[in-house]
């Protein structure tokens, strides 16, 4: 395997050390200028123990203009991403003069420029390009920061409360900002711009009112109302469901459109990409307003889960992100459809995470081994830590759960801690041996449970088998049985429900009994995906239709039609090989049929199981993969069912079009997506709807449905939306997606040129995520041609970003180290491509990280 010569090293859980020096207490004093800001920081660092080690702070990217001890010069010794500092104090106040350059900052990370205003992002590990310091989560100091700027930046904003403002001399203006309450340094925030203001309040269950703030871009005010309106009910919800009210006497958002995350939660000081805060009717869908609730939700809740209690060390990331994500959630399905809600989680865990977990960067929730620790910000430790708090949820009972959460904040408020020391609240809070549990931390790999069934008729008795095994990769330890809280309904032939039961499945392999029962049973099992696990069980045609029909829980019924489908696919992948023409059941077509016609199902339940599992979703079934032929029984399937209820199709689609609620508009677009792909491709349907359209849900619906049909409108649609939009960059990137997904052989050239388009930015993370993300990870088949010419388009976008923006380029990467499952030739020609990036002479470390392991694996 060839090498890059400057290997980074890794760094390791187990070597973790509490800090040789603490900093209580942090003054900043910014003056911005956009290629020469001046940064004062005077910090109060006390020796943490005795010892007599030096003072080494964490820097990059600084120019040091001075240095001072008690305020005399101090010798210091600048190395390679550290400052040393000579001294044998043990308390002293340290001032550190350094000099920053944001405008030329590509890498948004630490003071950076985005559209003429200033902002930061510090986490993971951004604060070291600001100045010197100890840019550790563990270290936590209290803050006053003082902004100095040309008044042309009329907002000057930073975390906590403002105790001071004013003007300067010569056209300048300050403001001074102090946090009360100790936090790390990832959670400093700056803002300064001028920009529209959104001002509202929120009156708590204390009695105290809290002014609310949300900035905007100018002429973006109109699309902010929801944002403010999301940040006022997650507020009431944390009062109401955990019991948590907001502590500073203010809360702002900053809206940014140049950002490489979705938001960051700082302290008071909330920054987001524009994606997850501007929105109305015209130009964002209902599942963007959506979004925007569960992402303002999420950083408010990280007030609390995140912010007054945080992580330790960056190996417990998902102490805050796991737990913080499963309140998201929760409060998403609080205040709409819970059933929805799940189901969409579910389809992250399935598609996403699974393949994390099969592929070169899989790891535990809690890492154990880390390089770049911006690639641990990943769906298994967000998504899957979830996951594991809400089986702990469904293990200790809601009441269980909030008696765990109180003990963790009376026990860690203001602390910098673990993942067991939340798992300890929990156990000691409820009572609940959470010993075995505690392994889904440290194990990484999906556990796969096998399940056999038998009946004895005589007895009455039906038993479970259940066997666990989660698979053992190249050097890791073997692994040992989970904690599995594990779901099931059990229904008669005629769909009743007879036993509705939670079981502990805890042992390598484990018996359930079920008495009194006098024929045998069709079993729901695993409802609600109540584990994140494989679910390995025959299920006959005859069984998931009756758990389609009359599971009591909607998300099983989801979860049968998806087992449906991939079936009929899979069987047709058989069939292929064995070079059989392809089949499908009828009763497959009548089970969709039904869903169609039914006058009871939920629509927003019903445009879920019409929304048929994608190519990705069905690799993530199988261990080996023949991808051409998977892609032509899926069409196959996908076409013959729209065809056999085309005629019923028609008849609802009609019913539905235009009623005006977020369920049937996702319902309508389902049925017009299958009308594009039936025999008579609906042409008119399309272009009705999407010159009609009375919001940007039903345009993109229409849109979206002639490009998967690859209707003879598609084009004409894609040039008229673009008319109307070139001028709004988050509508533009739904239009880059849609482009980036057409699946024919001229897709590279089309995503070629429209780099050069007015609206594309290479250096706009999100810019770069719609057009070239949506290919790699979206388009299957033309990303995986058999040429290999995805791969190499993709190698050369990597080649350009490692250099100006590195933590997206590993994130783009990712579909390309995920190549476990093809064919030798396809991953022969991947190889190839990784070997290029790997002999890089400055490859990042962001990218070192997954394209080293993906070799090696």
């Not at 529209?196 to 900035?215: A, I, M, N, P």
Request: hydrophobic fraction near 40%.
């Amino acid at each position: 395997m060839s090498q890059n010569v400057n290997q980074p090293a890794s760094k390791r859980l187990a070597d973790y050390r509490p800090p040789a020096f603490l900093i209580p207490e942090l003054s900043l004093a910014f003056k911005l200028q956009p290629t020469a800001t001046e940064v004062t920081a005077i910090s109060h660092v006390v020796r943490n123990g005795d010892h007599h080690e030096p003072l080494v702070l964490d820097g990059e990217a600084l120019e040091l203009l001075s240095a001072k001890v008690n305020g005399e010069a101090v010798e210091v010794t600048q190395l390679p991403g550290k400052l040393q500092v000579a001294t044998a104090l043990d308390d002293f106040e340290l001032t550190l003069v350094t000099r920053i350059n944001p405008q030329d900052n590509s890498t948004l990370e630490g003071l950076y420029m985005s559209d003429g205003a200033y902002c930061t992002q510090c986490e993971a590990e951004g604060f070291r390009r600001i100045t010197y310091f100890l840019d550790r989560p563990d270290v936590l100091a209290k803050y006053s920061v003082r902004i100095e700027a040309p008044q042309a930046f009329k907002y000057l904003l930073s975390n906590g409360n403002n105790i001071d403002s004013g003007a300067l001399e010569n056209g300048w203006h300050y403001a001074c900002w102090q946090d009360p309450f100790p936090k790390p340094c990832y959670l400093f925030a700056l803002v300064a711009g001028d920009m529209d203001l959104l001002e509202d309040s929120f009156h708590t269950c204390s009695g105290r009112d809290v002014k609310l703030q949300v900035f905007v871009d100018k002429g973006n005010l109109h699309k902010a109302h929801h944002a403010m309106a999301s940040l006022k009910k997650a507020m009431a919800w944390d009062e109401s469901r955990f019991d948590l009210e907001y502590d500073l006497d203010i809360y702002m958002i900053v809206a940014v459109d140049f950002f490489n995350m979705g938001a960051m939660e700082n302290k008071g000081l909330n920054i987001f990409n524009t994606k997850y805060v501007l929105a109305d009717v015209e130009s964002a869908t209902d599942d963007d307003f959506h979004g925007i609730e569960s992402v303002i939700g999420h950083e408010y809740f990280h007030n609390w889960t995140g912010d007054r209690v945080t992580c330790r060390d960056w190996f417990q990331l998902s102490l805050k992100e796991g737990l913080t994500v499963f309140r998201d959630q929760e409060f998403s399905s609080d205040v709409g459809s819970r059933p929805v809600n799940r189901i969409h989680a579910i389809k992250v865990i399935k598609n996403q995470q699974f393949a994390e977990d099969a592929g070169p960067m899989s790891h535990p929730i809690r890492p154990e081994e880390v390089i770049q620790m911006n690639n641990f910000y990943t769906v298994t430790v967000y998504n899957k830590g979830a996951e594991v708090i809400r089986m702990m949820h469904t293990l200790l009972g809601e009441s269980g759960f909030q008696a765990g959460m109180k003990l963790y904040f009376a026990r860690h408020d203001g602390q910098a801690v673990t993942c067991d020391d939340f798992v300890q609240a929990m156990q000691d809070a409820s009572g609940k041996d959470l010993t075995q549990f505690r392994r889904w931390y440290a194990q990484a790999g999906t556990p796969e449970v096998t399940v056999h069934d038998s009946f004895d008729a005589e007895t009455g008795i039906y038993r479970l088998q259940l066997r666990q095994q989660t698979a053992q990769r190249l050097g890791e330890q073997s692994k040992l049985p989970l904690h599995i809280p594990f779901s099931v309904e059990l229904l008669d032939p005629q769909g009743q429900s007879l036993v509705n039961q939670v079981l502990d499945f805890t042992q390598a392999e484990q018996t359930f009994e079920f008495s009194g029962l006098k024929s045998k049973v069709i079993p729901s099992l695993l409802q609600d995906f109540s584990a994140p696990v494989r679910l390995s069980y025959d299920f006959s045609i005859e069984q998931l239709l009756v758990l389609m029909a009359h599971a009591r829980s909607e998300v099983a019924r989801w979860e049968a039609s998806v087992t449906l489908f991939s079936h009929a696919v899979w069987r047709n992948v058989e069939r292929l090989q064995q070079q059989q023409s392809m089949v499908l059941d009828s009763r497959v077509i009548d089970a969709f049929r039904g869903v169609i016609l039914s006058e009871s199902l939920d629509h927003a339940l019903a445009a879920e199981i019409l929304k048929m599992p994608s190519a990705s979703t069905l690799i993530e079934q199988a261990s080996q993969v023949d991808l051409d032929k998977l892609l032509c029984a899926r069409d196959y399937v996908l076409e013959a069912i729209a065809t056999g209820c085309e005629d019923e199709a028609l008849v609802r689609y009609r019913e539905l079009h235009g009623v005006d609620n977020a369920g049937s508009r996702a319902f309508a677009n389902a049925l017009l997506s299958l009308l594009a792909r039936g025999t008579d491709g609906h042409e008119s349907l399309l272009e009705r709807q999407f010159t009609l359209a009375a919001n940007m849900t039903e345009a993109l619906g229409a849109l979206s449905a002639a490009v998967e049909g690859n209707a003879d409108c598609r084009d004409t649609l894609l040039a008229t939306f673009e008319q109307r939009w070139n001028q709004t960059p988050l509508v533009m990137d739904k239009w880059f997606s849609l482009q980036a997904t057409i699946n024919e052989a001229e897709v590279l050239d089309r995503i070629t040129e429209l780099q050069q388009h007015p609206a594309f930015s290479m250096s706009n993370p999100n810019r770069v995520r719609s057009l070239i993300g949506a290919f790699a990870a979206l388009n299957i088949a033309q990303f995986h041609r058999a040429d290999g010419a995805g791969y190499r388009f993709m190698t050369d976008i990597i080649k350009k970003l490692n250099s100006s923006n590195p933590q997206i380029a590993a994130r783009i990467v990712t579909p390309l180290i995920q190549f476990g499952k093809l064919d030798p030739v396809r991953q022969l020609l991947i190889k190839q491509c990784l070997h290029e990036l790997l002999a890089l002479p400055e490859l990042s470390k962001d990218l070192f990280e997954k394209v080293s392991k993906a070799l090696k694996d």
